[in-house]
């Protein structure tokens, strides 16, 4: 017997919620305002998390991205250190038979009078 009450208690539940008499009722109608004002709010905040998140993926994205480009920044600058050394110079041309080659006499400076 109490089974059965159980059953229809359940039952009447089910029924009163899915059969819409439960929007009908006093405390829904007289917070329908709140209810709408809450959802509102709700959606908001997943909207607002959800474009938080992109940022922050945007964010990580470009700054794997700039430290990649100053690896290579300094890769590129090592290389240009190196290759252009004087000894690196003078082996390059030679590897070229260019007729430029170093100077072997000292540097010296031309003053110039003015009259």
Known sequence: M????????????????????????????????????????????????????????????????RDKLKNNLLTLKSEFSYKSRQTEIEKFLQERNSEIKTSSKPIYSIKVTEE
């Open 2 to 65: 109490k089974d059965e009450i159980k059953k229809k208690k359940k039952v009447g539940i089910i029924s009163y919620i899915m059969g819409g008499r439960f929007f009908v009722s006093n405390i829904i109608t007289k917070n329908a305002l709140l209810l709408v004002l809450i959802a509102i709010y709700s959606f908001i905040y997943v909207s607002n998390r959800y474009e938080y998140e992109q940022e922050l993926l945007k964010i990580d994205r470009l700054t794997k991205k």
